[in-house]
């Protein structure tokens, strides 16, 4: 129904912000803190990863502080 059609319309536009919103902060190849992450990319953050590196096919690389807590930087395009 138009109710779900809606959702679905809104629901694809937020995760899209949220994709390019990421990549924005990534972009200066820094390293970013899940708190970071979470302000620029909302709650599911991970799940916008998995697509800007197996969609977009950008080379994204996190690294362990300690149990539970990573940053995350991105350092270009996946060359293949």
Do not use: N, P, Q
């Not at 992450?37 to 991970?46: C, K, L, P, S, T």
């Not at 697509?51 to 996946?78: F, N, P, Q, S």
């Amino acid at each position: 129904d138009m109710d779900d059609t809606y959702y679905m319309r809104d629901e694809m536009a937020t995760r899209a912000s949220h994709r390019k919103r990421i990549r924005a902060l990534l972009s200066d190849g820094r390293w970013h803190s899940m708190a970071e992450m979470e302000r620029a990319g909302g709650m599911r953050y991970g799940a916008r990863l998995f697509e800007l590196r197996h969609h977009d096919k950008l080379c994204i690389e996190a690294r362990r502080i300690k149990a539970g807590v990573y940053e995350y930087r991105m350092t270009g395009e996946v060359t293949s």
